[in-house]
């Protein structure tokens, strides 16, 4: 268990008044037991906020107050990294504010600031609630932490331990003071953003924020602001602020606060719209109507024991705040796709192999596919556009003659949009790395010029690591989330378009085969990228090259395959990361084909270029054998097994994992007790087996589509568990109630 936050900085009463509870009950926490259960327990006393701190005596409780409640809890039952779950959280609602549950998990809490009626929290909290489950599904523990019109529905409170403290939407972890900020400042997102801020970034947010203040008359929060950031130091710069007035000539409009919420977490979405009485329009502001400061409301002893008001940041709209009604019958636009499952309008693309892989080949197919409109690979170009191919390691030379081979291999160009490049002799950095920050180079600003008179509405870079300089490192996630966040996606913003940049990969395999099957590792290649992790999470698609092997070609194809090529000639496709569709669990084989291009001297050049080949038929077919093998094993030989189980369980059904279920199939393998055969390879087949015949899945007209005993009868699954000293497990579960009723046996 995690030692206690002995030098705590909370204040027991502001807590009190922030997460306000029924005072006749508590929860208590004391751990887990041995099985994994929960050890907690409620009792009739009212909670004590020092000992709860201190981390003596956790406790948690019901937000229901008399039918009112001030905040809410989302409860996401699984471990999951904090700038992912932070980003995502940012993402669904920008007032949650995530803490690490007791556990490890998390607890996404929403603050109201004042009471609001239970039936009203519980709407907004179910569409959050909805939109978790989306990203996490059975993790989400659905209406197990919110206020409840009646009833004990508790949550364990948070900052009880150095665990169950706040994170940004950053995914930097929050401290007490940082969180009051980040509380006081919630409905002011460019304020708010800068709790636990961290270079790079935070002398540009400075700037807009003192910007922002000025605008509204309220320059007296700058201290507090810079407070919120994480080790400010740089007293030199806030003087300047202060003294030379730097920030006055700055627009801290709404688009300008959007995109530098986006160069920070990611977060793309439109700044929300309130009435404006003065114009008579509905116009786009950095704050909502809602945060109309505490003091002009009657005070309440409370209240000033709080001492953290609302700021008051200029006047507060007046009159009733436009809502909009949802019928069901709106007209659904379109997401901006430009090449579907691949290229989203204002977003980063990320293409990684291993060196020699051919990821500038494809790319230079990728970026005459776009100017010209012909389909690459069976995807449709959605949306043409000038497209801008810069090769560092490639010279001019070599640009044209790998985009001649595309021209031959996948069609005419109309010409109505044009293809410009820029090669190794013609050097390009972006990005400046010091010691203390990231700026933009002169040859940034130029190309932002560029993109503007060149209509530029695709940017390839190829590879990543080339286009900056200084003390940049590919290992850091502070550098590699400003490189890409700060500087990359703010030109696919500016282009409405798309940046595809090419990256190097480890020696992470992505496909594997296991009896006789072939397995494509979708994990493996989202996290081959070579660097810092948050690299893959600001990428809103990454596509992986893995070349094929000879061991994969022996295994699967060799046999198939009679036109004398062999291993080496091919290389496959893998849909490893979408943010906004379902990926292909399958790998896409890709053919390396020679090119003859014409050359002025009245010779030719070999270049490569990628086609299309039959060998997805072959692994198709042979997956969906075994899925067919797999189901009727299950079916005759594991269900009995199963079924023997739950009967012997009892009341204990929730230790039946997969692993159980495989010991018990062990000694009924022919090959069991085989010295040249190892038990573990036994296991390993059993369980395969079993994931597969239980819930398979078949690529049908309509796309995959699960099928084995999961579909069939609708109630068998494996869900991961975590039984605390026991581990992780993936334990068995009966979707119905009575799952003894259930034919096990036809």
């Known amino acids: 268990m995690v030692a206690a936050d002995t030098n705590s900085r909370v204040d027991p009463?502001?807590?009190?008044?922030?997460?306000?509870?029924?005072?006749?009950?508590?929860?208590?926490?004391?751990?887990?037991?041995?099985?994994?259960?929960?050890?907690?327990?409620?009792?009739?006393?009212?909670?004590?906020?020092?000992?709860?701190?201190?981390?003596?005596?956790?406790?948690?409780?019901?937000?229901?107050?008399?039918?009112?409640?001030?905040?809410?809890?989302?409860?996401?039952?699984?471990?999951?990294?904090?700038?992912?779950?932070?980003?995502?959280?940012?993402?669904i609602d920008p007032l949650l504010v995530m803490f690490k549950s007791p556990s490890g998990r998390w607890h996404a809490w929403k603050f109201f600031h004042k009471d609001e009626p239970v039936k009203n929290v519980i709407q907004d909290i179910n569409k959050i609630e909805k939109e978790f489950?989306?990203?996490y599904g059975k993790d989400v523990d659905r209406e197990k932490t919110q206020p409840k019109p009646a009833g004990f529905i508790g949550i364990n409170f948070p900052f009880s331990c150095d665990e169950q403290y706040p994170y940004s939407p950053q995914g930097n972890r929050l401290s007490w003071e940082q969180f009051l900020f980040r509380y006081r400042f919630q409905h002011h997102p460019l304020l708010a953003i800068t709790a636990g801020l961290v270079e790079p970034g935070r002398h540009k947010t400075l700037l807009l924020a003192a910007a922002y203040l000025e605008k509204n008359?309220?320059?007296?929060?700058?201290?507090?602001?810079?407070?919120?950031?994480?080790?400010?130091?740089?007293?030199?710069?806030?003087?300047?602020?202060?003294?030379?007035?730097?920030?006055e000539k700055y627009d801290v409009g709404p688009d300008a606060i959007q995109i530098r919420i986006a160069e920070i977490v990611g977060h793309e979405e439109p700044i929300v719209k309130i009435y404006n009485e003065e114009t008579g329009k509905n116009e786009s502001i950095d704050f909502e109507a809602d945060a109309t400061p505490a003091a002009k409301e009657p005070p309440t002893p409370a209240a000033k024991e709080l001492k953290i008001p609302e700021p008051d940041l200029g006047e507060a709209p007046v009159g009733e705040l436009e809502i909009i009604e949802h019928t069901g019958l709106e007209k659904i636009k379109p997401r901006p796709w430009l090449v579907k499952g691949w290229m989203l309008e204002q977003a980063l693309t990320l293409l990684v192999g291993q060196p020699g892989v051919g990821k500038t080949m494809l790319m230079h197919m990728i970026g005459y596919a776009l100017a010209t409109g012909n389909p690459i690979f069976g995807k449709d170009i959605l949306k043409r556009g000038n497209v801008l191919i810069v090769a560092a390691e490639e010279t001019l030379n070599e640009i044209d003659l790998r985009l001649r081979a595309a021209a031959m291999k996948m069609g005419k160009n109309d010409g109505r949009f044009k293809i410009f490049k820029r090669g190794?002799?013609?050097?390009?950095?972006?990005?400046?790395?010091?010691?203390?920050?990231?700026?933009k180079t002169k040859q940034y600003k130029q190309l932002e010029n560029t993109i503007k008179t060149q209509k530029i509405k695709y940017i390839i870079l190829d590879p990543l690591i080339n286009f900056q300089t200084g003390t940049y490192d590919e290992n850091s996630n502070q550098n590699m989330d400003a490189y890409i966040k700060q500087f990359l996606i703010p030109l696919a913003l500016k282009m409405k378009g798309a940046v595809i940049a090419g990256h190097h990969t480890n020696k992470l395999s992505m496909v594997s085969t296991q009896?006789?099957?072939?397995?494509?590792?979708?994990?493996?290649?989202?996290?081959?990228?070579?660097?810092?992790?948050?690299?893959?999470?600001?990428?809103?698609?990454?596509?992986?090259?893995?070349?094929?092997?000879?061991?994969?070609?022996?295994?699967?194809?060799?046999?198939?395959?009679?036109?004398?090529?062999?291993?080496v000639h091919y290389t496959g496709l893998i849909e490893a990361k979408s943010n906004y569709n379902m990926i292909a669990d399958d790998i896409s084989w890709l053919k390396k084909d020679t090119i003859e291009v014409p050359t002025d001297d009245g010779f030719t050049e070999?270049?490569?270029?990628?086609a299309t080949t039959d060998l997805n038929?072959?692994?198709?077919?042979?997956?969906?054998?075994?899925?067919?093998?797999?189901?009727?094993?299950?079916?005759?030989?594991?269900?009995?097994?199963?079924?023997?189980?739950?009967?012997?369980?009892?009341?204990?059904?929730?230790?039946?994992?997969?692993?159980?279920?495989?010991?018990?199939?062990?000694?009924?393998?022919?090959?069991?007790?085989?010295?040249?055969?190892k038990e573990a390879a036994i296991k390993t087949r059993i369980r395969r087996k079993l994931v597969n015949g239980f819930g398979g899945k078949v690529e049908t007209k309509d796309g995959f589509q699960t099928e084995g005993i999961e579909s069939d009868d609708g109630f068998n699954y494996w869900l991961k568990h975590d039984h605390s000293g026991a581990g992780a497990a993936k334990v068995f579960i009966a979707r119905f109630v009575d799952f003894k009723k259930r034919n096990m046996n036809r």
């Open 13 to 91: 009463g502001i807590i009190a008044e922030i997460i306000k509870c029924r005072t006749d009950k508590t929860l208590f926490w004391n751990g887990f037991k041995p099985d994994g259960k929960k050890r907690q327990w409620w009792d009739s006393i009212p909670i004590d906020w020092s000992k709860h701190i201190a981390g003596t005596l956790k406790q948690g409780g019901c937000l229901n107050r008399q039918g009112v409640a001030n905040c809410a809890v989302v409860d996401v039952d699984k471990v999951i990294e904090a700038q992912e779950i932070c980003r995502e959280a940012y993402k």
């Open 133 to 135: 489950i989306k990203l």
């Open 217 to 247: 008359n309220k320059i007296e929060h700058l201290d507090a602001v810079v407070a919120a950031m994480d080790k400010f130091t740089d007293t030199d710069y806030v003087a300047r602020i202060k003294d030379d007035k730097i920030h």
């Open 424 to 439: 190794l002799e013609q050097d390009l950095k972006l990005v400046n790395f010091t010691k203390d920050r990231a700026l």
């Open 515 to 567: 009896d006789n099957e072939l397995i494509v590792d979708n994990q493996n290649a989202l996290m081959a990228a070579r660097g810092a992790s948050s690299l893959i999470g600001a990428a809103r698609f990454v596509l992986a090259l893995q070349p094929m092997t000879k061991k994969l070609w022996d295994s699967n194809f060799a046999q198939h395959v009679k036109d004398g090529s062999n291993f």
């Open 606 to 610: 070999s270049t490569g270029v990628y």
């Open 617 to 677: 038929k072959i692994t198709k077919a042979k997956n969906k054998l075994k899925a067919a093998e797999n189901l009727a094993w299950c079916k005759s030989y594991a269900l009995p097994t199963v079924q023997k189980l739950f009967n012997a369980a009892g009341d204990d059904k929730d230790q039946i994992t997969l692993n159980s279920i495989v010991l018990e199939l062990v000694p009924q393998e022919d090959d069991y007790g085989d010295d040249n055969i």
